[in-house]
């Protein structure tokens, strides 16, 4: 009889939840996932809450595996060195693997008036709080959002097609990682719901009743919504270990922290190579089912594997009718090929709630999916050449 072997997973997201679920497939493994909620976020589907089309929660019952603890609690410092997590409840936990999965969340914004006076959109908390400013505010008060990515393109349009009045403002060109020809699809769609769309000017400040932009126009906002970028929690930097410029965790290619082996990342808080991936699902998923695998082969004694999976596309919601699904090369930029209107919207509906149906899959039958290495990202690879050479030079002039 082999000792019991506890694993701890820090988040439940998506990334998290698939991790924990697939290292259940080890019998001698105690897995353990800490989570600041009760209730598993369907995060994609935020923008849907803020107007009730959807209420982007499932009890974890539905997702995680039965013989995985949940505890709920919010982890406030990793103690590499003695193998142990502080809790904000005061509480300490002891593990022999961790899987670090916390996720990403707004970034800390620097514009003045923003965090006064305008509504973030990347937690539940967050959500629901939009979502009573806008019942407050009432169906006719002017709405505000900025920032042109996918968040901001799915919640303008979300609350455009319930008959608000929408500006959507972005500093940077409209969906940024879409090709040429599926952002003009959004500009046609954002135009048939009536969003008024200013592309290519700043905010410089965001007031009670207005946002101020860097060409002298001042917009009216009675409810101002804020998607203009994101960061992930600090609770790596903060425990001392190494990560990159945002606060990702510095990983290796088989997503094991740089610092300790027993560390493995997953989802939009993990920096492998100090190149991190896009932050969506089609990456988290995969990378929390490769985390789950690096700690098995590691407490088998086996050597873990390299992670190199193309995410190869991007699907976005405009509303419940429209969609937009665009597909990309191998190395995740973005082709002329795309899918727009009602089949978009189709896609988007089924691939939101096929990310749901994989939890619900390895919640049942852990060991069903695996991450297939051998289609490789020819972009990383030559990343990974570079960063190798570079390495090599710097060793031989020492």
């Known amino acids: 009889m082999t000792d019991t072997t506890q694993v701890v997973v820090v988040g439940g997201g998506y990334a998290g939840v698939i991790s924990a679920n ?30 009730g089309t959807h209420e982007a929660v499932l009890d ?9 603890r949940l505890t709920v609690d919010a982890v406030t410092r990793i103690d590499a060195g003695a193998r142990t997590l502080e809790l904000a409840s005061g509480g300490r936990v002891l593990y022999d693997y961790l899987v670090y999965a916390v996720g990403s969340h707004s970034a800390p914004a620097t514009v003045p008036g923003v965090r006064e006076h305008a ?73 048939r719901l009536g969003v008024s769309v200013l592309d290519g000017v700043a905010v410089t400040a965001v007031g009670p009743g207005s946002v101020h932009l860097a060409d002298g126009r001042e917009l009216p906002a009675t409810v101002t919504v804020w998607t203009a970028g994101f960061g992930v929690p600090d609770l790596a930097a903060r ?8 606060g990702r965790l510095l990983t290796d290619e088989t997503l094991t922290s740089v610092d300790d082996e027993r560390i493995v990342a997953a989802g939009d808080a993990a920096a492998p190579s100090g190149a991190p991936y896009r932050m969506c699902c089609a990456a988290a ?24 999976v ?56 852990p060991g069903l999916l695996g991450v297939v290495t051998t289609v490789q990202d020819p972009r990383r690879a030559r990343l990974l050449a570079d960063q190798s ?6 060793a031989r002039a020492d």
Not at 22 to 50: A, C, G, Y
Not at 389 to 394: E, K, P
Request: proline share 7%.
């Open 60 to 68: 974890f019952a539905e997702v995680l595996a039965p013989t995985v």
């Open 310 to 365: 193309p995410v190869t596309g991007q699907c976005l919601s405009l509303g419940r009718r429209s969609g937009v699904l665009q597909l990309a090369r191998r190395d995740d930029t973005a082709i002329a090929a795309h899918v727009g209107g009602r089949l978009g919207a189709w896609f988007k509906k089924t691939i939101t709630a096929g990310n749901v149906a994989s939890l619900r899959m390895t919640a049942r039958l």
């Open 119 to 191: 509504f973030p959109l990347s937690t539940l908390e967050e959500a629901t709080a939009l979502n009573a400013a806008l019942d407050t505010a009432g169906p006719a008060a002017p709405v505000v959002v900025v920032g042109g990515g996918a968040t901001g393109l799915e919640t303008a349009s979300e609350l455009a097609e319930h008959g608000r009045p929408v500006s959507l403002v972005t500093a940077t060109e409209l969906g940024p990682y879409l090709h040429p020809s599926a952002r003009r699809q959004v500009h046609k769609q954002l135009d």
């Open 239 to 246: 425990s001392g270990l190494s990560t990159d410029e945002v």
């Open 22 to 51: 697939r290292l259940t497939t080890d019998p001698d493994f105690q897995v353990t996932l800490i989570n600041p909620r009760p209730s598993f976020v369907e995060r994609i589907r935020l923008h849907q809450r803020t107007v």
């Open 285 to 308: 998923l995969p990378l929390g089912v490769h985390a789950a695998d690096t700690v098995l082969c590691r407490a088998a004694g086996r050597a873990p594997a390299p992670f190199s």
């Open 389 to 394: 050479r570079a390495a090599a030079g710097t």
